[in-house]
């Protein structure tokens, strides 16, 4: 059922107003969207046919709303109802999305703190262990042995020997007892080893 008023009050700026019925009765809440698409903005005092339907806050609104002064393009049918397709009095706000990184902006600050991390991590443990004694002794292996002996040119290298009766001479025993883990060449400990086979 279509109702006869007026419109009383309008904010332009927010798109809404109110229509005092023409029976009398509350004024009832109309938005710029229930309005006919002629571009031509609500006036106060005009005059308005509109129905009453129950709004997404549950109060009552106008809808359907035309303009008994404006000329109409088609006549109004239930079966088609105004819909809002575009709000030409409000002025829309442009969406500020904040600028997110990429997926390579991400990763890379990762990756970067992943390796900074690793490298300090074994920097970290190399300095807290001591310097091995294995490096040093067996950096020697292939070295050849400085004696008065013939046999100079000869080079030794730990191969799980142990005993003097197992070596073939007085420069092979030194090399073993100076560089070897394990040895037992030296009885007396006094640094010569063999002393009654090779190194008398």
Not at 38 to 52: H, K, M, S, V, Y
Not at 93 to 109: A, C, E, V
Not at 163 to 176: G, I, L, P, V, Y
């Amino acid at each position: 059922m279509r109702i006869e008023g007026k419109l009383s009050k309008w904010n332009d700026d927010r798109g809404f107003g109110f229509i005092t019925p023409s029976q009398g009765g509350q004024e009832v809440f109309a938005h710029i969207s229930s309005f006919p698409r002629d571009a031509q903005r609500p006036r106060l005092g005009e005059r308005l046919t509109f129905e009453i339907e129950v709004g997404k806050n549950g109060k009552k609104q106008a809808s359907h709303i035309l303009c008994a002064t404006r000329p109409t393009e088609k006549p109004y049918r239930l079966s088609e109802p105004i819909r809002p397709t575009e709000r030409p009095y409000r002025l829309s706000k442009p969406s500020r999305r904040p600028n997110k990184p990429g997926l390579l902006g991400r990763i890379l600050p990762i990756a970067l703190l992943v390796a900074l991390g690793a490298y300090g991590y074994g920097e970290f443990t190399r300095r807290l262990s001591p310097p091995t004694a294995t490096t040093d002794r067996f950096s020697d292996l292939a070295a050849p042995v400085e004696t008065s002996d013939p046999v100079a040119s000869v080079t030794f290298q730990c191969d799980g020997r142990t005993r003097c009766s197992e070596m073939t001479s007085c420069a092979e025993a030194k090399f073993f007892l100076r560089n070897c883990p394990s040895v037992a060449m030296d009885g007396d400990g006094d640094g010569e080893p063999c002393e009654q086979q090779w190194c008398n």
